[in-house]
């Protein structure tokens, strides 16, 4: 693990070093434009790396990273990114990533003050609350990683909710929202099953546009 600065600069010049000598036009390509089809929604935990997990190189993957990887309806970082992705890149698929023994969620398990962070994670702890008979059931291990898997499906939910996503349905734009979480244990992706390309499957009440 580099401690200086100098060391990020000469890894960082290693690393373009190996692009450049296996891909001489590597760069100068990446340069023209942005073309990716995802839009990734992830924890900003530092064992969590967005491409490297999936095997995607610089500019095929559009990544926003928070901890907890939560959607807020007020976060105006967010809601930019979302609707980057969708209206200018018009990307196809939006994944929502977790990963089993998050940190963030854990903190929302606990009732010890942390500060600012206390408000941002206070959603999780809604969620567990709405599920609590699920998960006061399990030991503490297997909570936080169902309480991982419950916070992807209510971070989905939250990307469908949003006037941009809808708005991008009505147009009839090929858009899907996933949820799938990863293993820091084993370095895999799962698929959670909650796949929505369209507002159907939302309760009425969230749909938009629809008067």
């Given at each position: 693990m580099?401690h200086?600065?100098?060391?990020?600069?000469?890894?960082?010049?290693?690393?373009?070093a190996?692009?450049?000598?296996?891909?001489?036009?590597f760069f100068?390509r990446l340069?023209?434009?942005?073309?990716?089809?995802y839009?990734w929604?992830g924890?900003?935990?530092?064992?969590?790396?967005?491409n490297d997990i999936?095997?995607?190189a610089?500019?095929e993957?559009?990544v926003?990273?928070?901890v907890?990887?939560?959607?807020?309806?007020?976060?105006f970082?967010?809601m930019s990114?979302?609707?980057y992705?969708v209206?200018?890149?018009?990307v196809?698929h939006?994944?929502?990533?977790?990963h089993?023994g998050?940190?963030?969620v854990?903190?929302?398990?606990q009732?010890?003050e942390?500060?600012?962070?206390?408000?941002?994670?206070r959603d999780?702890?809604d969620?567990?609350?709405?599920?609590?008979?699920?998960?006061?059931?399990?030991?503490?291990?297997?909570?936080?990683?169902?309480?991982?898997?419950?916070?992807?499906?209510?971070?989905?939910?939250?990307?469908?909710?949003?006037?941009?996503?809808?708005?991008?349905w009505?147009r009839?734009?090929?858009?899907?929202v996933?949820?799938c979480?990863?293993?820091?244990?084993?370095g895999?992706?799962?698929?959670?099953?909650?796949e929505?390309?369209g507002?159907?499957?939302?309760?009425p009440i969230?749909?938009?546009?629809?008067d």
């Amino acid at each position: 693990m580099p401690h200086r600065l100098s060391d990020l600069f000469r890894k960082n010049r290693e690393w373009a070093a190996g692009h450049t000598a296996e891909d001489p036009d590597f760069f100068q390509r990446l340069s023209q434009q942005q073309d990716p089809d995802y839009l990734w929604i992830g924890c900003s935990d530092s064992r969590v790396p967005a491409n490297d997990i999936v095997g995607m190189a610089p500019g095929e993957l559009f990544v926003h990273r928070n901890v907890g990887n939560l959607v807020h309806h007020t976060d105006f970082n967010c809601m930019s990114v979302l609707q980057y992705a969708v209206e200018v890149l018009e990307v196809k698929h939006i994944i929502v990533t977790g990963h089993y023994g998050c940190g963030g969620v854990r903190t929302a398990l606990q009732n010890h003050e942390m500060g600012l962070i206390d408000n941002w994670l206070r959603d999780v702890k809604d969620i567990y609350q709405k599920n609590r008979a699920e998960l006061e059931s399990l030991d503490e291990e297997a909570r936080i990683d169902r309480l991982c898997e419950l916070n992807v499906a209510q971070q989905v939910a939250n990307v469908c909710y949003t006037t941009i996503v809808q708005r991008a349905w009505r147009r009839g734009q090929s858009l899907a929202v996933h949820g799938c979480i990863y293993s820091i244990n084993d370095g895999i992706l799962r698929d959670l099953g909650m796949e929505v390309s369209g507002p159907e499957t939302i309760a009425p009440i969230y749909r938009m546009g629809n008067d």
